[in-house]
């Protein structure tokens, strides 16, 4: 579960952080970053995990339009706090992410906060909601924005497979 990120194993920092935070109710600072997809540490266009200094740090896949990146950070911004309040952890999160991941099948662009199992389902599906919202306020197309994704997710998949 431990994937280095710019040189930091950010599995075991963040798991320190999500007990730090959790018992002091003190927030972090935030970062987003833009990055390329196949940085992402699984088949994702969002993902966060705490660094060595305790900054929630915000990964979102390049889109090619930073409207559509905005909306994925939006999404994540919606979805961690209300994560938090319902005491789901990082790693709650990212065990059942990474869970997710491996037994996704190539073409499948599901996400795992779709999946009522998920232990943050009810909070992606608000940040859901709230991220269709702004998306429109941008006036993009929500199946354009969801195509796109689903390009970045399956491309990635059939790269991941063919090693």
Same mark, same amino acid.
């Given at each position: 579960?431990?994937?280095? =990120?710019?040189?930091?194993? =950010? *599995?075991?920092?963040?798991n320190f952080w999500d007990e730090r935070y959790s018992s002091t109710r003190k927030h972090p600072d935030f970062k987003i970053k833009v990055i390329d997809h196949?940085?992402?540490?699984?088949?994702?266009?969002? &993902?966060?995990? !705490?660094?060595?200094? *305790?900054?929630?740090? +915000?990964?979102?896949?390049?889109?090619?339009?930073?409207? /559509?990146? !905005?909306? +994925?950070? @939006?999404?994540?911004?919606?979805? +961690?706090?209300?994560?938090?309040?319902?005491? +789901?952890?990082? #790693? /709650?999160? &990212?065990? @059942?992410?990474?869970? !997710? &991941?491996?037994?996704?099948?190539?073409?499948?662009?599901?996400?795992?906060?779709? &999946?009522?199992?998920?232990?943050? @389902?009810?909070?992606?599906?608000?940040?859901?909601?709230? $991220? #269709?919202?702004?998306?429109?306020? @941008?006036?993009?197309?929500?199946? $354009?924005?969801?195509? #796109?994704?689903?390009?970045?997710?399956n491309k990635r998949a059939q790269e991941e497979a063919k090693k």
């Amino acid at each position: 579960m431990f994937k280095s =990120i710019d040189g930091l194993w =950010i *599995g075991f920092w963040s798991n320190f952080w999500d007990e730090r935070y959790s018992s002091t109710r003190k927030h972090p600072d935030f970062k987003i970053k833009v990055i390329d997809h196949k940085k992402q540490r699984y088949n994702t266009v969002g &993902d966060y995990y !705490y660094n060595i200094f *305790g900054s929630l740090v +915000i990964l979102v896949s390049d889109m090619g339009d930073w409207r /559509m990146e !905005y909306l +994925i950070a @939006f999404h994540e911004l919606s979805e +961690i706090p209300l994560c938090w309040e319902a005491g +789901i952890t990082n #790693r /709650m999160i &990212d065990e @059942f992410d990474m869970e !997710y &991941d491996s037994r996704r099948k190539p073409g499948d662009a599901s996400e795992p906060g779709d &999946d009522p199992d998920c232990p943050y @389902f009810k909070c992606h599906q608000y940040a859901s909601q709230q $991220e #269709r919202e702004m998306c429109a306020k @941008f006036g993009i197309d929500w199946d $354009e924005y969801d195509n #796109r994704i689903a390009e970045l997710l399956n491309k990635r998949a059939q790269e991941e497979a063919k090693k």
